[in-house]
């Protein structure tokens, strides 16, 4: 099989699984996605998904990935914050929450880490359109927020709160207080609910 015939069928979803390749040709041999990989013209992203390299260039397409390689799941936790511009761009790790087990995968997009949380707090995120057709799940900024509190719990004192370094501007401007509360009571945790009441006395 020609690789350009290859490209032409796999270029438009952008990153593709080998089920999808066998759903397309199911005659397929799996070694040529082993061959071109080998010689640069696939990426791996994790066992049985790939992608094409002129996608190592696009803005944002790392987030895709995290969305795509590790489902169900949205970008959240510190990421999301730094997207959203909340907590200063030092994001070393692309972290999403999902309802499966807590998982990382490593690929030359970068290192992508999953926490797990609980079916009924999977909520709390945006489609955010990408270039084409393509969206990618972000986790609103009070609901990130809230994630990050929830799933690390040393997150607690008013230190740990100012070592995270909030955006003074975005919490004045830009901070959904209302719906940070609204969402916080959804998680039905006495807990999170002491960690957010602390937040916003050093917040606020």
Request: glycine fraction near 2%.
């Amino acid at each position: 099989m020609l690789f350009q015939e290859f490209h032409s069928a796999m270029s438009a979803p952008a990153i593709f699984t080998s089920n999808q390749v066998y759903a397309w040709r199911p005659e397929f041999d799996k070694n040529n996605l082993s061959r071109w990989t080998k010689k640069g013209l696939l990426i791996k992203l994790r066992n049985g998904y790939y992608t094409f390299p002129e996608f190592l260039h696009q803005p944002n397409f790392a987030l895709f990935v995290a969305n795509k390689i590790y489902k169900p799941s949205y970008i959240s936790l510190h990421t999301a914050l730094a997207f959203h511009g909340l907590i200063p761009e030092t994001v070393v790790q692309l972290t999403s929450v999902s309802t499966h087990k807590t998982n990382t995968f490593e690929n030359p997009f970068g290192t992508f880490s999953y926490k797990t949380i609980k079916t009924q707090i999977f909520f709390g995120y945006d489609p955010l359109p990408l270039s084409g057709e393509k969206t990618l799940l972000m986790a609103k900024p009070e609901k990130a927020l809230l994630d990050l509190l929830y799933l690390y719990p040393f997150y607690k004192t008013e230190d740990d709160f100012l070592n995270l370094r909030l955006d003074e501007c975005f919490i004045e401007e830009s901070l959904n207080i209302e719906l940070l509360q609204s969402f916080a009571d959804r998680f039905k945790s006495a807990t999170l609910a002491h960690r957010v009441k602390n937040l916003l006395n050093v917040i606020l």
